[in-house]
């Protein structure tokens, strides 16, 4: 097809598998199931081995069904290549295998997905230094490089309190000093937000959740924007160094995350995530208009404390996230006054489902201090800004008017 005027979002995504030839003419990638590549030449094998011509080898480093998918994340993103991994955590934990050591310095947001919280805390346990500061001012950032700081890492909306990061200053600061910028773009996805325009080097996305969309399929995936300069970064081994410089980041990622410590994703998730992200841009339209709706009306209602959602103008990052983002994301937070409690609250729910997940097609919602932040204990939960009866809501693609009666409803005392 013609590369002449870029297409939109949606018919990219539509179209990107038929831009390379598919046996029988089948308009989806198939799935691929084969673990190794066979070759007639046994010199071709050991050319593809040696990174001298493409080709697959083994099903841990690539596969061609995961391979279309990569292409896929990287058109999304509008970068220069992806990794996809077994889940988003795969994906963040190799970049510390592949990119950290100890002595290392890593910056990174407070306000953070609490397993990413938990994996900093294993990193600070194997000798990197970890600061955690509030990313949504770049002065806090600032203040905790040190000259052994690698990279900063922050979430765009941060999960579960929506804290929106001060993403273009931040990318601002990290290209002036040569230091990693990494964003974690799972609550906005590349079709409310693209890291690479505020100068991100690697963005993170968590497949699993609104990309892949329907909640059958985990998977995570790493994407080199090309915005940073890999010369800069001290630990690319010389294994790694022989192609351009701009693959070096990903050649490194690719070799420790999945050769060597195996977080690969399978074909058959790779191809959910696929048939999932055709309709991304359609269900964020939906699920951010409805979380709009149903976090106006909870905020104006006097049986609820607080809501956290950057689409309302009481947010503290109101008019940041408006700047940056083409919608304020499917997923709210909010506490409800003292007499009413959570747990009777969530009961009383009929669509809203009590599950841990987010990005679902179906509303979503979790006690939070009692659950998914419940392990690292009330200490560090209040310097978060998580409220023992915060609720997390991940707004679904329901009738918007059948989630408005089941939110205010569930209000009413039984
Ligand atoms: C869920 C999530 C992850 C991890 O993704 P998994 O596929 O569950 O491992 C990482 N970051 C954010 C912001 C998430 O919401």
Redesign the pocket.
Known sequence: MSEQKPFGFTTTILHNDRRKAIEHGSLHKPVHTSVAFGYDDARQLASVFQGKEPGFRYGRQGNPTVAALEDKITRMEDGVSSICFG????A?GAIFQALLRAGDHVVSSAFL?G??NSLWQTVAGQGVGVAFVDATDVANVAAALTPATRLVFV?TIA?PRTQVADLARIGALCRERGILFVV?N??TTPYLFRPKTVGAGLV?N?L??SIAGHGIA???SLTDTGAYDWTLYPHIAANYQRAAPAQWGMAQLRAKGLRDFGASLGPEAAHHIAVGAETLALRMERSCANALAVARMLEADPRVAAVHYPGLASHPQHALAADLFRAFGSLFSFELHDGIDCFDYLNRLQLGISASN?GDTRTLVIPVAHTIFFEMGAERRASMGIAESLIRVSVGIEDTDDLLTDFAGALAPL
Request: a negative charge; glycine letters at 20%; hydrophobic letters at 40%.
């Open positions: 889940t988003g955590m795969g963040i997905f397993n990413t979430e999960n974690d799972t609550m993170v968590a699993t959740k985990l998977g995570g987010l």
